[in-house]
């Protein structure tokens, strides 16, 4: 019993110092990047230690004695279990997969250096959050500086259900962290294609098809979308010429259309799509949502027949994945917690949709439409789940994208007076000259010109 307290001890240690280390590499990063952030840095690190002590402290155990488990305690347990094979050189036991399994399997990864601790895998899958945020600002920061940046990173560093649920261990952790890589790839690809941009956005991606597929190939799709609907709009200011328009659009589908097709296969293998289809689409929708009816903070399950009758339930399912449940409406802490958000973000789109359409041009850069694409898609997605918490924890993945397009349309322009009268400030696609330097600076540093973004 001794030496098995003892290896227990030094699991926990080694790999809550993994944690710590990974942290500090990130979070040291984004301060030598972005100093005018190092404030909000130190109070972002310090809240989500605050959110981890809460999800040990009061999450976990609510779930385990009130709801008879979670799947972290399972992926915990398997990797446990592999991970011992593996050092014993039973490499066989590995048994590639999709969603849970491949969960496992990273689970037993991370377990084989030191053994296995669940409160060392909350630490690893709290640092893989807190990196995923940093990632996302920086791909944020990118394409939108100054005040749009003060704001992303406002929302996206202390948005309470995003810390929690994105570092939650397991499959939530994993996707953060493939979503925070794929994007920044995909930012810094903008700016110039390079092995390492490519590197970092294949790597995220194919995190995320070996956990979730069916978000990678939404992620293509954004991908392709955003560079296909940016080509099109050049074409038609008439930067580009239309034998440049039709090779850009057929690099595009070249490139991506057979990881398109390879994911979509993969993912109808893992939602049990047997036929290709509407039909079958909705189908698979049906059983989801009825999958999922159950609980304290479920609604009705739907069946969805066709295009007809998803399309009427849209509205219901949207003010779902967005308002529900309303302040008032929750009759459990998690309920009312969820609700103060929803208040938070009913204000984020009442500002949204009623600025002035002139404020939407900035949406139309490549990094601003691939937000745009992903945020359509996964509202999709989430708006056929009939449980309240369910939508709050997966809706951690939908808010980077969402509170994107927040922070580019919120921010009013400021007038600041000079000698020679009144000049507007900083714009992203309205002033080239600041933009170009700010991209210029990113090329040889590695970030934005802050002082380009702030001028």
Not at 127 to 142: G, P
Not at 367 to 384: P, Q, W, Y
Not at 432 to 440: C, F, N, P, T
Request: proline fraction near 4%.
């Amino acid at each position: 019993m001794h030496n098995l307290y003892l290896g227990e001890t030094i699991s926990r240690i080694g790999l809550i110092i993994v944690a710590i280390v990974l942290a500090t590499v990130f979070v040291a990063r984004a301060a030598e990047r972005f100093p005018s952030f190092r404030p909000q840095l130190f109070m972002a690190v310090i809240w989500r230690m605050v959110v981890l002590a809460f999800f040990l402290l009061w999450v976990v155990p609510y779930y385990v004695n009130e709801k008879g488990g979670m799947d972290a305690l399972k992926y915990h347990y398997e990797g446990l279990r592999i991970s011992d094979s593996i050092r014993h050189g039973n490499w066989g036991i590995i048994k590639l997969g999709l969603g849970t399994k491949d969960t496992t399997i990273l689970t037993a990864l991370l377990y084989t250096p030191f053994g296995g601790d669940f409160y060392g895998f909350f630490a690893i899958s709290a640092a893989f959050s807190l990196i995923a945020m940093l990632l996302q600002f920086e791909a944020f920061y990118i394409w939108y500086p100054g005040k749009h940046a003060k704001i992303y990173f406002a929302l996206l560093a202390f948005f309470p259900s995003y810390a929690m649920w994105s570092g939650l261990a397991g499959k939530d952790s994993w996707i953060a962290l493939g979503l925070g890589m794929a994007s920044l790839g995909y930012s810094r690809s903008l700016v110039k294609v390079t092995v390492k941009s490519i590197l970092l956005g294949g790597i995220g991606l194919g995190l995320i098809t070996v956990v979730r597929p069916h978000i990678a190939l939404m992620l293509v799709v954004a991908l392709a979308t955003a560079s296909i609907l940016k080509s099109a709009k050049s074409k038609r200011r008439g930067h580009n010429p239309v034998n440049s328009l039709v090779l850009r659009v057929a690099g595009v589908l070249l490139l991506l259309l057979p990881m398109i097709l390879l994911i979509d296969r993969i993912t109808s293998s893992y939602v049990g799509m047997d036929a290709a289809g509407s039909a079958s689409v909705f189908k698979v929708g049906t059983n989801v949502a009825q999958g999922n009816a159950h609980g304290d903070s479920a609604v009705e399950a739907q069946t969805f027949s066709g295009p007809a009758g998803f399309l009427a339930y849209l509205p219901e399912g949207l003010t779902n994945v967005y308002l529900r449940p309303f302040v008032g409406e929750g009759h459990s802490a998690n309920m009312i917690l969820a609700g103060l958000e929803n208040l938070l973000i009913a204000i984020l789109l009442a500002g949204i949709l009623f600025r002035r359409p002139s404020r939407f041009k900035s949406l139309s850069h490549p990094f601003g439409l691939f937000a745009v694409v992903m945020t359509i898609e996964l509202s999709l997605l989430f708006c056929i789940f009939t449980n309240f918490g369910l939508i709050s924890r997966e809706r951690a993945q939908l808010l980077p994208f969402f509170f994107a397009i927040a922070a580019i349309v919120l921010p009013k322009k400021r007038k600041k007076r000079a000698q020679v009268g009144i000049i507007p400030t900083y714009s992203p696609l309205r002033h080239q000259g600041r933009y170009q330097a700010s991209v210029a600076t990113y090329r040889t540093t590695g970030a934005g010109s802050e002082v380009a973004a702030n001028s």
